[in-house]
């Protein structure tokens, strides 16, 4: 150490603090005050440096917000005033900053990059443009941001020379984190936004240990909190030492503080000159045993918060604060309801029961049932007079007889007509209650079971929601037996030839989540006609799922952002087996059986 | 040039053919009888280069249809198929091609990139890949492909030394055609998937002019034609020769092919040794003139060729041949109902006029009309005992008086749920009557007026219908006077305080198409009360243009894939003005003032 840097004491600790902030998208006033009360936190806490989410100042993703000039001035005005404040603890805001304009890797000049400022002493002191831009999934970094060019830009904190990475950059396995440490950083602070799918936290904490260990530093891994649209950012921000071993985790799916001693690494040759964000070097003294880390949340019940989570914030930063539902006695309503009374409080959540003069009584007894057990007022509409008059209103057009299906999407269709003129007379927000099973093969009806503004389980197949409501019992009665033991009506309708849920769904993973091909399905144990036919409803379906609302991502990929296909598609992963491909003599292309119904 | 390549004689031109193939993606065995067809023709053209559009083998753009092996590998073993029937003409075939895994910026490998492939004699005799990768506005190539390494790559097809790249490889002013010509390339061969908006066809004729001159080269520019999803590509191909001067322009919005002799640049001081292609040399003579272009249609023309040819192509790639929609005998209506008699016949498209009780007459009169002067049939539906019903209804939740707001949206969704009844029953695709105008402000009714599977309109303001109206009637009677002369009514609604269109659209076309700040609106004339207004409807109206079907991009920048903003979004362009940054006492942000509305 004494060769690299004579002049200074060698501390062996830094005192971090991260500030699990909530991300407020376009709230640059109100993230400004949350990043404000950390800052005074830890100064309390006679931290070395604080460390903030990913964007903490303007929200994240912004997509084409980033594009408006008035906005990014707006966060470089609201830096400023941070750095105002800032004191003796450095911060590290996650924010955008104006750079000179560059083409990456097209014809179009970026001016903004996605940054990391260092605050101290009533300046910005420092700052790191991420290098590393994901463009992938449901991440459009790289369509208006330009690319950092110092990936292995150093900062010397005191007697700490420290390196910067924001999310992406850590994910390479050879890039920023791993320049930094060759250049000399004996720690590094990593602001993210990281949104919640099934085993990312243990995907984040396998990685901060990996990066840790591969450069033997350090890692202060700092996530936000909150639903955003379809993402849910579940925190559980991470502190593991040079080896990788965890130090400290933090709760997820809620804001949350934390303070403590970061060994750091021994001090390294420099490579470069790190930027003195502060020369003021504190007392050597030992590290103090780290907090102890809240408990990890099983796989089920961290599934069951972004539900909740994404829910709440889509609908409190959409101005509502109370939903409406319709209850229909099956699973996907029951569990829809649960979540939203878990989100917004049973007293803000009203759902309607809306039978046709062919609905079971045991289906509105069982929507009863449920509101009663979840604490929310219910009412209950009959649907009769509508569907006479409806169908007596096509006579003109269609005759007095309707086939089956479109007689039962007609149904969906008028109640989705009437929860809407609900939501909007009280003023709520209407949720829609499809799953991921029927948005993918198209039997979910668009406008009806898909009507609404936000739909809590779109990424949930049915299979899961079974678990989940048994999940949730566990925790205080909320959904009935009597809603768990009723079979499924859904997939009986003779119109669409599917197997049943537990062959449906794994197929569904294995071709949308996993990416998998035709073949590789089959050879995993399925019929494949069956899989033939699935996959095709798969890739017809496209249609209505572009007009449907917005739900919580859970899984590794979804649909919407994470899963983007042309509507117009004629590829067939079957076709190529089936016709030889230079042979057709008119010269047309495969046909396409159905038009899409909505 | 005897010092660059003393071997070969001095070809003084290229004969250049160009198909401007259908776009179809997904259809790789369509699309390769579509390109076998042209390579026959160009041989018995005796040309020496057939150019093809860009991606013309799998169609364009594929979004995650790239990411799926099984596509990947059809469309190789496709190309073998093609190379296996090339002769004498060295194709450029537009296609993607397996590369080895490569990062691009961020952490993710990527396996393809979008290629031009040169077939001649039987063989695949060399790839270009593309280099720059547009991902703005509505491109997203950075998201799946890798990017080209060899912007300088050079070929030797007979005498000449040609250069080749790709759509986005133009633009720059120093990318790959830079290169190429700086290399010693005599002609650039470029394939593109270049979609429509208005004034994009001069863009594209001076661009190709701009890069002539700059390089001292012909640009042979062939783009695609056919709508596919919200886009349309309009083709309108060109040739320029070395001097930026217009040899040959393509017609728009059909499937052309051409044939011209190219003046070659002069033979350049190679820079490293091109590829060969094929060694066979031309006889020596002067090249032809070229033939007579196709008149180019004026802007109004080409907007409404996008709609037709846009509704025609989602209409039959979804498999129907015809269509339903609302008349309620207003504009919108009007032009759509028009639109679709030209895309698909006026005996393919089916108007249903839907009265509730307080329609006024004339607006029945007024659909009837529309149809007779169409020729499209016509049916009426009483809403009346509907709505009745639906009211009733919803009188034990929300009593027996809806605001009139609620009230109006109920019968426009009623009429929707009514319209896909139609459109299943019969099999036809529901065509949405919304406009930009209304899609801007959130008065278009989500599940009414934008209930279907297309919207054709939902790109064009309010304003530009009626100047759309007028050209079309000039060609033949379609769209009434009495439908042109009736007042708009959606904006006296009196729940949206909203001026009249003529200030409405300008407003829009300024923060939504040029991306301007409200100031900037504001010192361009208008009122500051009404521009706040107005772009705060537009910023809430996120939520509902998010459901909303697809329809024609005719802009430079359309709402859709064109602009990505976030719907929870606390930003409001105004809120700095009036409020300090860091000074509310109690951290909230930004107040949201009401809950979306479906």
Chains 1, 2 share one sequence.
Not at 74 to 100: F, K, M, N, P, Q
Request: hydrophobic residues 40%; negative net charge.
């Amino acid at each position: 150490m004494t060769e690299t840097d004579p002049t200074s004491p060698r501390p062996e600790a830094l005192r971090v603090a991260g500030a699990q902030l909530e991300n407020v998208v376009g709230d640059i006033q109100g993230n400004c005050h949350r990043i404000l009360d950390a800052m005074r936190w830890a100064e309390g806490e006679r931290a070395d440096v604080l460390v903030l989410p990913e964007l903490a100042l303007t929200g994240y993703p912004l997509d084409d917000l980033a594009l408006r000039p008035e906005f990014v001035d707006s966060a470089l005005s609201a830096l400023s005033e941070l750095a105002r404040h800032s004191g003796r603890t450095t911060t590290v805001v996650g924010t955008i900053d104006a750079v000179r304009p560059r083409r990456g890797r097209d014809s179009r000049r970026r001016a903004v990059s996605i940054a990391a400022a260092l605050l101290s002493d009533g300046e910005v002191r420092g700052i790191y443009h991420k290098v590393l831009l994901p463009n992938y999934e449901v991440f459009d970094e790289a369509r208006n941001f330009a690319a950092g060019r110092r990936p292995s830009a150093l900062w010397r904190i005191g007697g700490t020379v420290a390196g910067v990475s924001i999310c992406e950059d850590l994910w390479s396995g050879d890039g920023p984190p791993e320049a930094q440490a060759a250049s000399g950083a004996q720690v590094l602070l990593v602001p993210n936004a990281s949104p919640f799918h099934r085993g990312k936290a243990e995907g984040r904490r396998a990685l901060a240990a990996a990066v840790a260990r591969r450069n033997g530093v350090p890692v202060v891994y700092v996530n936000c909190v909150g639903g955003q649209d379809e993402l849910v950012f579940d925190g559980g921000s991470i502190v593991v030492d040079g080896d990788g071993n965890l130090l400290f985790r933090a709760a997820q799916f809620e804001p949350a503080r934390f303070c403590l001693d970061v060994p750091l690494a021994r001090p390294r040759p420099l490579r470069g000159r790190p930027d003195v964000v502060h020369a003021r070097v504190g007392a050597l003294r030992a590290p103090e045993p780290p907090p102890a880390s809240p408990p990890q949340a099983g796989e089920l019940e961290q599934v069951w918060q972004a539900l909740v989570v994404g829910t709440r914030d889509f609908t409190h930063r959409n101005g509502a604060s109370a939903a409406v539902l319709g209850l229909s006695g099956g699973i996907d309503s029951a569990v829809t309801a649960a979540v939203a009374a878990d989100a917004l409080g049973p007293e803000n959540v009203l759902g309607i029961s809306m039978p046709s003069p062919g609905t079971p009584d045991v289906e509105v007894a069982n929507a009863r049932r449920l509101a009663a057990d979840l604490g929310i007022a219910s009412e209950i509409v009959d649907m009769a007079p509508v569907l006479t008059a409806l169908v007596a209103g096509l006579d003109s057009v269609l005759g007095d007889s309707l086939t089956e299906r479109t007689e039962e999407e007609l149904h969906a269709r008028a109640r989705g007509a009437m929860l809407l003129a609900i939501a909007d007379e009280l003023g709520r927000l209407l949720l829609a209650t499809g799953n991921k099973s029927e948005l993918s093969v198209g039997s979910a009806v668009l406008y009806g079971d898909m009507a609404g503004g936000f739909a809590p389980i779109r990424d949930c197949p049915k299979t899961l929601l079974y678990e989940l409501a048994r999940h949730r019992n566990a925790r205080g009665r909320a959904i009935p037996e009597a809603v768990l033991e009723r079979p499924p009506t859904a997939l009986n309708q003779e119109w669409l030839d599917l197997p049943p849920y537990e062959i449906l769904d794994p197929i569904v993973e294995r071709y949308v989540e996993e990416g998998g091909g035709p073949e590789g399905i089959i050879a995993a144990g399925f019929d494949r006609a069956t899989v033939r036919g699935v996959l095709q409803l798969i890739d017809d379906a496209e249609f209505e799922r572009r007009q449907a609302p917005p739900g919580v991502k859970i899984t590794a990929r979804a649909f919407g952002k994470d899963r983007r296909m042309p509507i117009a598609n004629s590829w067939r992963p079957f076709a190529a087996e089936e016709e030889e491909l230079v042979a057709s003599p008119d010269g047309t292309g495969a046909a396409i059986p159905t038009p899409p119904r909505a």
